[in-house]
C-alpha cells in the first residue's frame, strides 16, 4: 500500500508561485509514475502533469510552460512548481501514483491506483 501526503497550497495572487510536495511511502516509488490532478467546485477532476520512472513528463495545455513537476528519488517525493498562476488555477490538488511496474505516461485520472487527500490552492485576482 502507497501513502500520498501533499503539501504546498495556499492562497497566492494573480502572477505568484507555489511548489506542491507529495511524499510517498514505501520502498516503491522510484519505479511508480506519479501525476498531479486538480478538481476546482462543480467541476470534474482533470489532469495536470505526470512524470515517469526516467523522469519523462507530460502536461496538460492549460498549464503547459508555467508548471513544472519533478521528482526526488532519495526523498520519495514528487513536486509541482506552479508559477505565473491564474484565477482559473484554483483548484484542490491532488498527488497520484501509478502501481509500481505500470509503464507510460497518461492522464487518464483512472490509470492510477494511490491517491492522496488534496491540498487547496486559490489564487486570487
Known amino acids: 500500500q502507497v501513502q500520498l501526503v501533499e503539501s504546498g497550497g495556499g492562497l497566492v495572487q494573480t502572477g505568484g508561485s507555489l511548489r506542491l510536495s507529495c511524499a510517498a511511502s514505501?520502498?516503491?516509488?522510484?519505479?511508480?509514475?506519479m501525476g498531479w490532478f486538480r478538481q476546482a467546485p462543480g467541476k470534474e477532476r482533470e489532469f495536470v502533469a505526470t512524470?515517469?520512472?526516467?523522469?519523462?513528463?507530460y502536461y496538460a495545455d492549460s498549464v503547459k510552460g508555467r508548471f513544472t513537476i519533478s521528482r526526488d528519488n532519495a526523498k520519495n517525493t514528487v513536486y509541482l512548481q506552479m508559477n505565473s498562476l491564474k484565477p482559473e488555477d484554483t483548484a484542490v490538488y491532488y498527488c497520484?501514483?501509478?502501481?509500481?511496474?505500470?509503464?507510460?505516461?497518461?492522464?487518464?485520472?483512472?490509470?492510477?491506483?494511490?491517491w492522496g487527500q488534496g491540498t487547496q490552492v486559490t489564487v486570487s485576482s
Open positions: 497520484a501514483a501509478r502501481r509500481s511496474g505500470s509503464y507510460g505516461l497518461t492522464g487518464s485520472p483512472s490509470e492510477y491506483d494511490y
Open positions: 512524470i515517469n520512472q526516467n523522469s519523462n513528463t
Open positions: 514505501g520502498r516503491t516509488f522510484s519505479s511508480s509514475v
